[in-house]
């Protein structure tokens, strides 16, 4: 009989185990304080690569908080809020919350660079110097085999719901 470490070993796959890459994109968007200005379609495509990158390797080599996640790096071309062509550049995590044999739920934090907020919105994210600014995203998600959709918190204005395929 596997012990229970051994047991939540097996649970929580390190999914750049099985994939290397997954594409995304917005299919929900929604702000809490509506505006008429306010877009709800994002457009958003993304790709994250899974695996060790030299951008989250120290944060893993000094915690054991996150000996389940899996690092990622990723890049995301949407429409902000205020139909602006804007990207995202990130790394995070990626941390097992439960599985089973072909579904997996997961909780993530990215932190990166944002940079489209320009003219009369240049304001609308905090510390926006140059036309970028940095931002921190969390999202929940739920990976099926290699299809995922996560719900995602944009700060305190929204909330989006992105579909995803992993390979």
């Given at each position: 009989?596997?012990?229970?470490?051994?047991?939540?070993?097996?649970?929580?796959?390190?999914?750049?185990?099985?994939?290397?890459?997954?594409?995304?994109?917005?299919?929900?968007?929604?702000?809490?304080?509506?505006?008429?200005?306010?877009?709800?379609?994002?457009?958003?495509?993304?790709?994250?690569?899974?695996?060790?990158?030299?951008?989250?390797?120290?944060?893993?080599?000094?915690?054991?908080?996150?000996?389940n996640a899996t690092p990622l790096i990723g890049i995301s071309f949407f429409q902000n809020s205020y139909s602006q062509s804007t990207v995202y550049a990130y790394a995070g995590f990626r941390q097992p919350l439960s599985a089973n044999q072909r579904t997996?739920?997961?909780?993530?934090?990215?932190?990166?660079?944002?940079?489209?907020?320009?003219?009369?919105?240049?304001?609308?994210?905090?510390?926006?110097?140059?036309?970028?600014?940095?931002?921190?995203?969390?999202?929940?998600?739920?990976?099926?085999?290699?299809?995922?959709?996560?719900?995602?918190?944009?700060?305190?204005?929204?909330?989006?719901?992105?579909?995803?395929?992993?390979?």
């Amino acid at each position: 009989m596997a012990s229970g470490s051994a047991r939540s070993a097996e649970l929580f796959y390190d999914i750049a185990d099985f994939y290397s890459y997954s594409v995304q994109t917005s299919v929900w968007t929604t702000h809490f304080n509506p505006q008429p200005e306010h877009n709800n379609h994002q457009e958003l495509i993304g790709i994250e690569r899974f695996g060790d990158n030299f951008a989250t390797q120290p944060i893993l080599d000094r915690t054991t908080l996150l000996k389940n996640a899996t690092p990622l790096i990723g890049i995301s071309f949407f429409q902000n809020s205020y139909s602006q062509s804007t990207v995202y550049a990130y790394a995070g995590f990626r941390q097992p919350l439960s599985a089973n044999q072909r579904t997996h739920i997961y909780a993530k934090i990215t932190a990166g660079f944002i940079h489209g907020y320009r003219h009369e919105f240049q304001h609308k994210v905090p510390f926006n110097h140059f036309g970028i600014s940095p931002a921190a995203v969390p999202s929940v998600g739920l990976q099926h085999q290699r299809f995922n959709a996560e719900i995602i918190l944009f700060g305190a204005s929204g909330t989006m719901i992105n579909v995803g395929y992993s390979f």
